[in-house]
């Protein structure tokens, strides 16, 4: 993960224009004034609803349950070794998608984490589908204004997480669960960076990230912030999952990607890898899967509600990325409640190899009959065992994955028992891979054995790589052909080379 050499392409927070590349005097001026309507366009799209096929925000909202719930909809998970502190080991969980950038007009909006909620990122070292380290966030507010009535922030600037112009302010309380179900408490009542509320009342954010960073007992540390969004989107994939084509019209519209201008909250974790290794021993054992998810209080409405406790349910869950776009081909306006996206948010992954259908589904996934149709290009033969491997298994010489070496399967695991490894979809990284001081966007397909899909850093592309291997690589012929070139890319600016790692929200004056 490169420190910021380069200054981001855009910037809109900072009021900045696109920096369009060098492309003779040929570029059409037509193309050049349809930029800033279709950056428009497609912000619109990505929040509101499908434009013309094509998915929100790339498989942001992964299930019609998370239109109902954005404070719970996780949005991206990332798990890679920490490029300045290799001995550990970094986790992120985004939620709250498509969240506007906050200015002085506009103050009263408030992007909370939600309350009554866990916020969880699992790890597994064993292969059995089920956590064996849980680190656990759960939110409360703290209500400081008189009488709790007026607004959360102001009316004086915000210098300080202890500034009484910060009338309202989230704590929280992080837990380590292990297999065993022992609670053991990290942090106790610490405060999250607020929602960014405009460079007026909050003229010096970073300030206040950085006393929000807490660490942690045992090493790491960890924050629970607002944060640009870091999804790295070729948008103009997005048709080829869910049409067959690249568009919405190909090689027209700029890879405007609509959420390099709006915000997340995050969740960033960084921890000694031994904390996450089987037996503490990431060299003998150099694999974990990695998953997040969000759980609500409620109660079993299938029996009797007397004497009914609250329990907690889950209603989110995320891991490898884009699994409703790559399996089923499908995204809210495609997808029906209560079917194979809704279930899959709701099961753990110990329980994925139970699901016929999903099984069936990830040796039959659906975008490469929808290109063959639009396009002609044959889809590979099934079972797509190696589509199986990359959710469900990892990349390995002997279970389909086709890449033709061992890389971030349980299996390489010394001290695991091959009987109780499961088919489970997760994030699976390898602890052991070396921090490479040249990524490459499209990591493992690309050489970059330190990128998705082993493990996911917050520069690594997604869309192309999938695509790709959906239509067979590496085994066989490349399907660059199909990822259109962008005439102008508007993309998050890349991610810091240190912790938290995320850029700054934007926000206006």
Do not use: C
């Given at each position: ?211 929000a960073i807490r660490s942690l007992p045992g090493g790491g540390?960890?924050?629970?912030t607002q944060a640009a969004e870091s999804f790295k989107a ?68 299938g029996q009797s509600l007397a004497g009914q406790a609250p ?199």
């Amino acid at each position: 993960m490169p420190e910021m050499a380069n200054p981001p392409a855009f910037d809109p927070s900072a009021g900045q224009r696109p920096r369009l590349p060098h492309r003779g005097p040929g570029l059409a001026r037509r193309k050049l004034g349809a930029l800033a309507a279709a950056t428009v366009a497609l912000t619109a799209a990505s929040v509101a609803g499908p434009l013309t096929g094509v998915g929100e925000a790339g498989g942001h909202i992964d299930a019609p349950s998370s239109l109902l719930d954005s404070a719970t909809d996780i949005t991206d998970v990332y798990a890679f070794t920490s490029p300045e502190d290799t001995g550990t080991v970094t986790l992120i969980a985004n939620v709250r998608p498509f969240q506007l950038p906050g200015t002085a007009a506009n103050a009263l909006v408030d992007h909370p984490f939600a309350t009554g909620a866990r916020y969880e990122i699992h790890t597994d070292a064993d292969g059995d589908g089920a956590p064996d380290a849980t680190y656990r966030w759960t939110f409360r507010n703290e209500d400081r204004r008189p009488f709790g009535t007026g607004p959360k922030v102001g009316p004086l600037p915000v210098n300080s997480l202890d500034d009484r112009s910060l009338g309202v302010r989230q704590k929280y309380t992080l837990e380590k669960v292990t297999a065993d179900g022992t609670v053991t408490t990290l942090l106790r009542d610490a405060v999250a960076a607020p929602t960014h509320t405009g460079r007026t009342l909050m003229p010096n954010y970073g300030k206040l990230r950085t006393q929000a960073i807490r660490s942690l007992p045992g090493g790491g540390r960890t924050v629970a912030t607002q944060a640009a969004e870091s999804f790295k989107a070729d948008t103009q994939v997005f048709g080829l999952f869910v049409a067959g084509t690249s568009g919405p019209v190909p090689g027209w519209l700029p890879d405007a990607q609509p959420l390099s201008a709006l915000n997340v909250n995050s969740l960033v974790l960084q921890v000694p890898k031994s904390e996450v290794a089987l037996a503490g021993d990431a060299r003998r054992n150099p694999v974990v899967g990695v998953w997040s998810s969000v759980s609500r209080q409620g109660a079993d409405l299938g029996q009797s509600l007397a004497g009914q406790a609250p329990a907690y349910r889950q209603v989110s869950r995320n891991g490898t990325p884009h699994v409703a776009f790559a399996v089923h081909g499908s995204t809210v306006g495609l997808a029906k409640p209560g079917g194979p996206e809704d279930r899959f948010q709701a099961r753990a992954p110990k329980d994925d190899h139970l699901d016929a259908d999903f099984l069936a589904a990830t040796l039959d996934p659906v975008p490469p009959k929808r290109i063959e149709r639009a396009q002609g290009r044959k889809a590979p033969a099934t079972p797509r065992r190696d589509i199986q491997a990359l959710f469900m298994k990892g990349i390995g010489k002997s279970n389909g994955s086709l890449f033709g070496f061992d890389l971030n399967t349980h299996a390489m695991n010394a001290d695991a028992d091959p009987s109780r490894i499961v088919l489970a979809e997760q994030l699976r990284l390898n602890l052991t891979t070396p921090v490479t001081a040249a990524p490459k966007a499209h990591g493992v397909l690309d050489g970059d054995l330190q990128g998705f899909p082993n493990g996911r850093r917050l520069n690594d592309n997604i869309d192309g790589p999938l695509i790709r291997m959906l239509e067979g690589e590496p085994a066989g012929p490349s399907a660059r052909e199909l990822l259109p070139d962008p005439v102008v890319r508007l993309e998050p600016a890349d991610a810091q080379g240190a912790f938290p790692y995320l850029n700054l929200p934007h926000a206006g004056p």
